[in-house]
């Protein structure tokens, strides 16, 4: 490092080469660590991502061994349903006269998120008007080609559950 030192009253500065003397070797020093930190930090930017979509978690975020609450009977009586999170994936839990049943809310058209339609007892797909039996996810009416996917239900006390592996 060079530095430009004023030598005490004359007119012409003079160029002065940075001595490895305690301070110089110091700034290289903590030069060399902020670059080898900077370095580390990038890594683990990169590998951290990259490590966690290789092995995701087994569980997400409200699961418990493979299952992830879904509702309560009490929140969710015969004739309503609502749309519930399973992970990253929506879904749409409906308690009918048949029992709870739950599907992938992901519309078998062109995969926009269906909804509960309580006044008109169906699964409804909001973008083309598709809508879907309750009871069996086959398409009632509308563009969709196919039913919804259905999901594997559990019921324990007043807790609803959507098995997930
Ligand atoms: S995306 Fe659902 S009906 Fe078109």
Known sequence: MARIEDSGGTATPQLQ???????????????????GFSIVSSLAMIVTPIVGFLIPTRTASGTEGGRVLAGTLDALPVGSGAVVAVGAKPAVVVNTT????????????????????????????????????????????????????????????????????
């Open 17 to 35: 080469v940075g001595t490895p003397g305690a301070g110089g070797l110091g700034r290289r020093r903590f030069v060399r660590y902020l670059l």
């Open 98 to 165: 048949a029992g709870i049943k739950a599907y992938s809310a992901i519309c078998t058209h062109l995969g926009c998120i269906v909804a509960w339609d309580g006044p008109a007892n169906t699964i409804v797909c909001p973008c083309h008007d598709g809508r879907f039996n309750p009871t069996t996810g086959a398409v009632v009416s509308g563009p969709p080609p196919a039913p919804l996917t259905p999901l594997t239900t559990a019921v324990e006390g007043n807790d609803i559950y959507i098995v997930t592996g």
